[in-house]
C-alpha cells in the first residue's frame, strides 16, 4: 500500500498547492486590471495574491522534488527497479512492478502459491500496458508517471509516452502545471548564477 498512499497524499498536496497557486494569480490580475477597485478593495490587495502565489510555487515545488526522491527508494526497495543498472528481481507475467501485487485476480492466486507476499490485493483496478508490453495497475503507473516524474518503465526503463495518461483536458493542464513547477525550480536554481554572470559581464566589459 505505500507506493499508493505516498502517491495519493502527494496528488492532495499538489492540488492545494495548485489551487492556492491559481487564487493568488487571479487576484494579482485582478488588481492589475482594477478589477477588485470595483468592490472598494485597495492596490495594497496584491501582495495577497503574491503571498498565495509564492506559496502555491514553493509548496508544488517542494513537494514535487520531494516525491521524487521517494518513488527512486520505494521502486528501490520492492526491487524491480534500479536506477543504475539491471533489477534485482524478475517480474512474473501479471505482477505490477510499482507495488508487486498481481494485476490480476487469476495470477494472484497463481502467484499466491510461490510467494505470500503476491497477494491480488488490487485485482479489481482497471490495468494499463506500456508499449514495452509491461502491465500495471492504472493508479500505480499514473502516480510512478504523473507524480513521480518518471518517464520509463520502472522496470525496463523503455521511454513512456506522456500522450497515453492525457485523457481529459484536467490531464494537459495538469502536466502544464507540473512542467510549470519544474521550471520555478530550475529558474531558482539558476537565478543565482544568471546574476553572477550579467555582474561579471558588467566588471569585463565597465558597464555602470
Known amino acids: 500500500m505505500t507506493p499508493r498512499m505516498v502517491y495519493k497524499w502527494f496528488t492532495v498536496l499538489y492540488n492545494v498547492s495548485f489551487v492556492v497557486g491559481l487564487i493568488g494569480y487571479l487576484i494579482v490580475l485582478g488588481v492589475f486590471f482594477g478589477i477588485f477597485a470595483l468592490f472598494g478593495v485597495g492596490p495594497e490587495f496584491i501582495q495577497v495574491g503574491v503571498l498565495l502565489l509564492s506559496y502555491g510555487l514553493y509548496f508544488g515545488v517542494l513537494g514535487r522534488d520531494f516525491v521524487e526522491i521517494c518513488t527512486d527508494r520505494m521502486a528501490a526497495t520492492i526491487g524491480y527497479y534500479s536506477k543504475d543498472g539491471l533489477p534485482n528481481k524478475y517480474l512474473g507475467d501479471g505482477i505490477c512492478a510499482v507495488c508487486n501485487h498481481a494485476t490480476s485476480a487469476t495470477t494472484g492466486h497463481i502467484a499466491l ?20 508490453k509491461h502491465v500495471f495497475h ?33 490531464d494537459t493542464q495538469q502536466q502544464l502545471y507540473l512542467n510549470l513547477l519544474d521550471g520555478v525550480r530550475y529558474l531558482v536554481v539558476w537565478q543565482p548564477i544568471i546574476f553572477g554572470a550579467v555582474q561579471l559581464a558588467y566588471y569585463l566589459f565597465g558597464l555602470d
Request: aromatic share 10%; net charge positive; proline share 9%.
Open 138 to 170: 492504472e493508479k500505480c503507473i499514473r502516480g510512478w508517471v504523473m507524480i513521480g516524474k518518471k518517464d520509463i518503465c520502472p522496470y525496463c526503463k523503455e521511454k513512456v509516452d506522456l500522450k497515453q495518461f492525457k485523457r481529459n483536458p484536467w
Open 113 to 132: 502459491h510461490n510467494d505470500p507476499a503476491l497477494r491480488p490485493m488490487f485485482s479489481d483496478d482497471p490495468v494499463h500496458q506500456l508499449t514495452c
